[in-house]
C-alpha cells in the first residue's frame, strides 16, 4: 500500500524558510509526478508546486520566485524548499503523488495527510 509521509511543517516568522519532505512508500510504484498543494483555511486547495520525472517544474502564481521543489528519484522524495515566507503563505501543506501502480500500471493519485505551515510573529 503506498503512503505519503510528509516532514517539516512547523512555525516560522515572516521573512523565514522552511522546508517540508514527502516520501512515498510501499510497494512497487512509477513516479510519474510529485509535489505539494496547499489549503489555507476558508479557501480551496492550491497548487504550489509539481515536478515530473523528468525534472519539469510548475509552480503556482504564489510561489513562483520563493519555493524551490526538488525530487530525489532514487528515494521517492521531494523537497519543498520555502524562503521568504509570508503570513499568507500559512496554510496546510500537502504532498501530492501520480504513481502508476500495479497490476495494471495505470496513473493513481495519492495524498498525504498534510502538515501545517504556520507564518507569523
Known amino acids: 500500500q503506498v503512503q505519503l509521509v510528509e516532514s517539516g511543517g512547523g512555525l516560522v516568522q515572516p521573512g523565514g524558510s522552511l522546508r517540508l519532505s514527502c516520501i512515498a512508500s510501499?510497494?512497487?510504484?512509477?513516479?510519474?509526478?510529485m509535489g505539494w498543494y496547499r489549503q489555507a483555511p476558508g479557501k480551496e486547495r492550491e497548487l504550489a508546486a509539481t515536478?515530473?520525472?523528468?525534472?519539469?517544474?510548475t509552480y503556482g502564481d504564489s510561489a513562483k520566485g520563493r519555493f524551490t521543489l526538488s525530487m530525489d528519484d532514487a528515494k521517492n522524495t521531494v523537497y519543498l524548499q520555502m524562503n521568504s515566507l509570508k503570513p499568507e503563505d500559512t496554510a496546510v501543506y500537502y504532498c501530492?503523488?501520480?504513481?502508476?501502480?500495479?497490476?495494471?500500471?495505470?496513473?493513481?493519485?495519492?495524498w498525504g495527510q498534510g502538515t501545517q505551515v504556520t507564518v507569523s510573529l
Open positions: 501530492n503523488a501520480n504513481l502508476n501502480v500495479p497490476p495494471t500500471w495505470t496513473q493513481v493519485t495519492y
Open positions: 515536478i515530473t520525472r523528468a525534472g519539469t517544474t
Open positions: 510501499g510497494g512497487l510504484f512509477y513516479i510519474n509526478t
